[in-house]
């Protein structure tokens, strides 16, 4: 397993820190009868992660010299409704994790019914920052970047593809099911993370299909990756419980193609990835390290 390019550390370490410090403004604990659930958001949101989603979001964004500042609160927010779903995930009705990021899950911590507070208001956060005018002055841009968040992970994105997931475990799914599950599951917030990066550089949606196309194959390349790390990963270095799948019954592309023929696919989408930026310079350099990266972590 390969270490990321020292470009790729510093700005997975920028990011990680940003974003920390984004949520601990925003999330200051309150001194009345809200504390827990506050305390709870915090918990599920600062700290772990690899927080791949706004650094996506900030590499595009670069490419059209957007405001750092700006791209980071577009990254947050998308970054809000991880959060909220992974904390939803671990849930006893769902997934029912104990540990995520290498500590117990909120519900642990804090009782189910505040941890489905925590994620109801973490979802609400992510469309109150992309609605407000800090994050762009033109209001145009940030009904854009609500649309899309919201269709990635509504009913035709991730919860979609959640539920998908849970259907998957009393059903058989064929190869493009499970591609279309994932596709909507995982890869549609990777894909709107990229997506907020061009809508805020402003690039009309007829000149996105390059990205589009690098979006959709490192969505598909960083699920086949997790699921061999299902497989294969260290639980201490994922922070999670490993191996859930197949004790479930679940078909991945890992139980469809094999070990080595999903590992080659992967590989390939990471290729396919990278030669969708052929039209960029070296100012998409973090961007294909990126997709390198997927391919090579080890959580």
Do not use: W
Request: some cysteine.
């Amino acid at each position: 397993m390969n270490a990321p390019s020292l470009t790729l550390q510093a700005a997975l370490g920028d990011v990680a820190t940003d974003i920390d410090r984004r949520f601990d403004a925003l999330l200051a604990i309150p001194d009345d009868p809200r504390a827990d659930l506050y305390r709870a958001m915090r918990h599920a949101a600062i700290g772990g992660g690899k927080r791949l989603r706004p650094l996506l979001t900030m590499a595009t964004a670069q490419l059209f010299g957007v405001d750092r500042d700006c791209a980071g609160r577009a990254g947050l927010a998308i970054e809000c409704i991880h959060v909220y779903s992974l904390i939803h995930d671990d849930l006893p009705a769902m997934d029912d994790d104990d540990m995520r990021r290498g500590k117990p899950t909120a519900h642990k911590m804090f009782g189910e019914a505040t941890a489905i507070l925590a994620g109801d208001c973490l979802h609400a956060l992510a469309f109150e920052i992309l609605a407000d005018i800090a994050t762009h002055g033109d209001p145009h841009v940030r009904v854009e970047l609500m649309l899309d968040l919201s269709r990635a992970s509504g009913p035709n994105g991730m919860a979609g593809g959640q539920m998908m997931d849970l259907e998957a475990e009393k059903s058989s799914f064929d190869l493009p099911t499970v591609t279309r599950l994932q596709a909507m599951k995982t890869g549609a917030l990777i894909a709107c993370s990229v997506e907020a990066g061009a809508i805020l550089g402003r690039l009309p949606p007829e000149q996105r299909t390059s990205l589009r196309g690098y979006a959709r194959d490192l969505g598909l390349a960083f699920q086949i990756a997790d699921d061999i790390l299902d497989v294969e990963g260290d639980e201490a270095a994922a922070g999670k419980k490993l191996g859930k799948d197949a004790a479930a019954g679940k078909e991945t592309f890992l139980s469809l193609l094999g070990l080595d023929r999903a590992r080659a696919q992967a590989r390939m989408l990471v290729d396919q990835a990278v030669e969708h930026l052929q039209g960029f310079g070296a100012e998409a350099d973090l961007l294909r390290d990126i997709a390198r990266f997927v391919m090579d972590r080890d959580r």
